[in-house]
């Protein structure tokens, strides 16, 4: 069980395009949802907070407007880089935690994509 | 301020046990995480530790004293596989996870 899944994998594209990356919980229901990215040889960064029906969370120095977060259901949240360019080239990964049992719940992660501008 | 400290790297061999350290400081603290990443990958849950003492699983365990602001990730006969980075994250009191910045471990024949 817990079983989050991201979509796609990798992304190769053109500096100035958009890219949606798509995370989802298959067998349980998540109301939050959490957006990492990590750089090579570098921890894990927390962009946002991602929240069922409301507006996203942001990490202090990350633009809302820049990193679009949408999560319209309960098992999908999706991260929109608006015109990226090669310094946002990076691996992002999504996570989600299991509701039930309360916010000590692990957070189940995505297998990442990995996002490379050229 | 919050913060997670464990080693940057550590060293061992093939069928041996290893211990990672980690130091945690957090306004409130709600419980311990260890994850392991494999290069490349995303992380993958190992442990979670709220009450003091060890809890083992298979061939990993994980120690957690409170009053010391210390836990450890204990893994025993050591394969090549478990060659990766160990992330030891603190819950605070929000529920809010404070990532360390990993230990690698290199597992030598």
């Known amino acids: 069980g817990a079983v989050v899944s991201q979509h796609p994998s990798w992304v190769i594209c053109k500096s100035g395009t958009s890219v949606k990356i798509e995370c989802r919980s298959l067998?349980?229901?998540?109301?939050?949802m959490f957006w990492y990215r990590q750089f090579p040889k570098q921890s894990l960064m927390l962009m946002a907070t991602?929240?069922?029906?409301?507006?996203?969370?942001?990490e202090q120095g990350v633009e809302k407007d820049k990193f679009l977060i949408n999560h319209a259901s309960l098992t999908l949240s999706t991260l929109t880089v608006t015109s990226a360019h090669p310094e946002d080239s990076s691996f992002y990964i999504c996570?989600?935690?299991?509701?039930?049992?309360?916010?000590?719940?692990?957070?189940?992660f995505g297998d990442g994509t990995r996002l490379s501008i050229l | 301020g919050q913060n997670i400290d464990q080693p940057t790297e550590m060293t061992a061999t093939e069928g041996a046990i290893v211990q990672i350290n980690c130091t945690y400081q957090t306004s409130g603290f709600n419980g311990l995480f260890w994850y392991q990443q494999h290069a490349g990958e995303a992380p993958t849950f190992l442990s979670y530790?709220?009450l003091d003492g060890l809890e083992e699983k298979g061939r990993f365990s994980s120690f957690l004293s409170r009053s010391k602001g210390y836990s450890y990730l204990l893994l025993k006969e050591l394969q090549m596989k478990d060659s990766a980075s160990y992330l030891c994250a603190g819950l605070d009191s929000n529920y809010q996870l404070i990532w360390g910045a990993g230990t690698k471990l290199i597992i030598k024949p």
């Open positions: 530790n709220v």
């Open positions: 067998d349980f229901q998540a109301t939050t």
């Open positions: 991602s929240n069922e029906g409301s507006k996203a969370t942001y």
């Open positions: 996570s989600a935690r299991v509701e039930a049992g309360g916010e000590s719940q692990p957070q189940h």
